[in-house]
């Protein structure tokens, strides 16, 4: 039906209803969407909640997973000795990892090394036998469960408190070799994870561990709503679906008064306001709202880049839905143009890595994140060795194959999601490795010097005569205050010195007096 026609059947309805009685919108339209969007927007709050135990657990992922599969694991398995423990895995080392339990179960399903800390006091506490007992066969099922994987994460409701947990294979450093046993990282989800979570996540909401077996199974956030005291009351589950916790998220006050009209208000309206009130109701309904709907996603497209949003009136069979087609049509047109411009803007043409353009946004959005969680950073700088005259005698073709040889062997040594490898300059190339210790830094950028050796590009002013790289590598915790270009300096100052010791090796930055 064509929108004329529309007018005519609008004008028509409104006579024939003139005598109508009087209608409230706010009761049947505006309170509903109100309570629509204030649920909404509740279960954001609730979800960000389910979101600071998620951030607990990939916390304690990273860990086991950066301990578990190591070349000195293995060899302790096989031959334990006390002073690695004593070296490696301190109280201290498990404060910082915001985890009160460490376990080392071998294959057999002995315990052949436990320790649990209060991360309060520091101080080490007497594992529980029964509950060592019982995250040792859970470990295992988690891993049975999971055919193929190497590690995995749950949480788990207990007695005493519910408690995280992750687990990893024990391996090789670079994840081969028959496995002896397995490494069990686990954290209990109590006041002190609560406050860490109001602190990082911006939450009030209180929680408490259920002891009885009266309580319901874990709470449908669809179907959650406040309460009279803008409190809501919900039940968290753990991951074989069994009540954790109980939670009452406290909510910033109703924005909005959710009484239907007053009385005084309904017998103040007169013929005259109901007939221009159905027809301007009549008239929003089937005109202008479709309209202001495609022109409000528009602007929600507009000002938020995100191209993927589409008209929701594309099913209608009249002029509305026409233009909503054509504009879903042009948007998904500009969202392959905009997708095709992003890859292009972030990738280096020649190397197919990330670019020094994208290198800096995710290297300034890491070094933010890293501030606030106080985790450890670290950056690698790499410099092809005698570049230039590599150039000069094989001439820039086979420049750009060797680049491109190098760049992938660089990429190559990534291994977590969060690492990013990136060309930066002509010969330079550079690696984000977020929440990672001076160690773990070293251990790749000898990879990664390996990795280029083993690629035996020949070089006659080399000494090595081959390609080799210099790597200046620097490792800090983020200062308050500072930007990324604290972390760089410090990383090509290393890089510097690695030329200056007689190239194809790494150094690392000394920041002890800064």
């Known amino acids: 039906m064509q929108l004329i026609h529309k007018a005519i059947w609008i004008v028509s309805t409104v006579t024939v209803l003139s005598v109508a ?8 339209l505006v309170l509903p969407e109100l309570k629509r969007i204030e649920a909404i927007a509740d279960q954001k709050d609730i979800e960000r909640t389910q979101l600071g135990i998620e951030l607990v657990q990939r916390q304690l992922v990273l860990w086991v997973g950066d301990i578990a599969p190591w070349d000195d694991m293995m060899n302790y398995y096989t031959n334990p000795d006390p002073e690695y423990i004593k070296s490696n895995f301190t109280n201290l080392t498990l404060v910082e990892k915001r985890a009160n339990l460490l376990i080392f179960v071998d294959n057999n399903g002995q315990v052949l090394w436990a320790s649990q800390v209060n991360l309060d006091t520091g101080k080490s506490v007497s594992p529980d036998p029964e509950l060592l007992e019982l995250l040792v066969a859970r470990a295992d099922k988690l891993l049975a469960d999971s055919p193929g994987e190497i590690s995995a994460k749950a949480l ?19 994840e081969t070799g028959a496995s002896p046993g397995i490494t069990i990282v686990a954290r209990f989800i109590d006041s002190m994870v609560f406050e860490e979570m109001a602190t990082m996540l911006n939450l009030d909401f209180s929680a408490t561990t259920i002891t009885s077996d009266d309580t319901g199974p874990p709470s449908i956030i669809s179907s959650l709503r406040r309460n009279d005291h803008q409190e809501i009351h919900w039940v968290m589950g753990d991951s074989q679906g069994f009540p954790m916790l109980n939670v009452v998220s406290r909510l910033s006050p109703r924005g909005f ?30 005109l202008i709202s ?16 995100d191209y993927s949003l589409r008209m929701t009136d594309d099913q209608r069979e009249d002029e509305i839905g026409l233009l909503s087609n054509e504009c879903n049509a042009l948007l998904q047109h500009v969202q392959e143009q905009a997708e095709a411009l992003t890859s292009l803007s972030q990738t280096d043409g020649l190397t197919q890595m990330a670019n020094r353009r994208h290198f800096d946004q995710v290297f300034d959005d890491a070094w933010a994140l890293l501030i606030r969680s106080g985790e ?25 194959a060797t680049l491109q040889k190098v760049g992938q062997a660089i990429a190559s040594c990534v291994r977590r999601d969060s690492d990013l490898a990136a060309r930066v300059g002509g010969e330079e190339f550079a690696m984000l490795l977020p929440v990672s210790d001076l160690e773990g830094c070293k251990w790749v950028a000898k990879r990664i010097l390996e990795a280029v050796q083993a690629l035996e590009i020949p070089h006659e002013y080399s000494p090595s005569g081959i390609v080799s790289l210099s790597i200046g590598v ?41």
């Open 21 to 28: 009685a009087s209608i409230t919108g706010q009761s049947f």
């Open 156 to 174: 788990y409701a207990h007695a005493k408190s519910p408690l995280a947990l992750a687990v990893h294979r024990v391996l090789n450093s670079d």
């Open 257 to 286: 008064d959710d009484h239907p009209f007053s009385t005084p208000l309904i017998l103040s309206t007169t013929a005259v306001i109901v007939f221009w009130t159905i027809v301007f109701y009549l008239l929003r309904q089937f």
């Open 290 to 305: 479709p309209i202001m709907r495609v022109a409000v996603n528009l602007v929600a497209v507009r000002e938020s880049g």
């Open 376 to 400: 450890s950073f670290g950056l690698m700088i790499c410099d092809i060795d005698f570049f230039k005259l590599y150039n000069d005698t094989y001439g820039h073709p086979t420049g750009d």
């Open 474 to 514: 620097a490792v800090t915790v983020p200062p308050r205050n500072s930007s990324s270009q604290y972390l760089y300096g410090a990383a090509d100052r290393a890089l510097y010195s690695a030329k200056e010791n007689g190239r194809a090796r790494f150094e690392v930055a000394d920041l002890s007096g800064t």
